[in-house]
């Protein structure tokens, strides 16, 4: 049973920067894709970022291009997010996820078979 654990999560001003990790187990994670997802308050889950464990091939949303760099670490099987020039807009709870690889497409979660509990992200203006 795959198991992920988001950390990292806080309180930050707008520009600053955050690094959630996402520490996975019980897989075996060159068959994934890992996945960091945001929901705010009355909005739905949105896609941020995705990584396929066995190239690195990376994907984007277009509101954080440039902004945030999704990474993994195959020693210590995490995925980790770094956001930096974080924006109010940015606020959200972040969870991380695990697709397989010849699953569904990366952006849309119900490709997503396991998920994290969340971490909360707060920027202040």
């Known amino acids: 049973q795959v198991q992920l654990v988001e950390s990292g999560g806080g309180l930050v001003q707008a520009g600053g920067s955050l690094r959630l990790s996402c520490a996975a187990s019980g897989g075996t994670f060159s068959m994934y894709g890992l996945g960091w997802f945001r929901q705010a308050p009355g909005k739905e889950r949105e896609f941020v970022a995705a990584?396929?464990?066995?190239?690195?091939?990376?994907y984007y949303t277009d509101s954080v291009k440039g902004r945030f760099a999704i990474s993994r670490d195959n020693a210590k099987n995490t995925v980790y997010l770094q956001m930096d020039s974080l924006k109010p807009e940015d606020t959200a709870i972040y969870y991380c996820?695990?697709?397989?690889?010849?699953?569904?497409?990366?952006?849309?979660?119900?490709?997503?078979?396991?998920w994290g509990q969340g971490t909360q992200v707060t920027v202040s203006s």
């Open positions: 996820a695990a697709k397989p690889i010849r699953g569904g497409p990366y952006y849309q979660s119900p490709s997503y078979d396991y």
């Open positions: 990584i396929r464990w066995n190239d690195g091939y990376t």
